[in-house]
Nanobody, 120 residues
Framework: QVQLVESGGGLVQAGGSLRVSCEVSGSIWSINAMAWHRQATGKERELVAAIDSGDSTNYVDSVKGRFTISWGNAKHTVYLQMNSLKPEDTAVYYC??????????????WGQGTLVSVSP
């Protein structure tokens, strides 16, 4: 079983910074990629940032230059550093991982979500 545990959400004023973390645990053979999605109230979920095992990253246009996705030391943790936050960044942020389990099953796993609220 593979689990994702997110942490670091909270309330911040516009222009501030916040870092959210996501740790992968369980019977993992390899992690191919991880990503952060977000869903604001009344809006569709969107992919915000992604990173692969080769450290390539990609971002949605609205966060380029403000958000940075990165691996932790053991590459079982991924961070999303969010700077210059705007009220429109307010959403529940979900971590996802594309992994290969020790039983060689490809799995796409979602975390439970962490709320990021940005006040004007």
């Amino acid at each position: 079983q593979v689990q994702l545990v997110e942490s670091g959400g909270g309330l911040v004023q516009a222009g501030g910074s916040l870092r959210v973390s996501c740790e992968v645990s369980g019977s993992i053979w390899s992690i191919n990629a991880m990503a952060w999605h977000r869903q604001a109230t009344g809006k569709e979920r969107e992919l915000v940032a992604a990173i692969d095992s080769g450290d390539s990253t990609n971002y949605v246009d609205s966060v380029k230059g403000r958000f940075t996705i990165s691996w932790g030391n053991a590459k079982h943790t991924v961070y999303l550093q969010m700077n210059s936050l705007k009220p429109e960044d307010t959403a529940v942020y979900y971590c996802t991982a594309s992994v290969l389990s020790v039983s060689l099953k490809k799995l796409d796993v979602w975390g439970q979500g962490t709320l990021v609220s940005v006040s004007p």
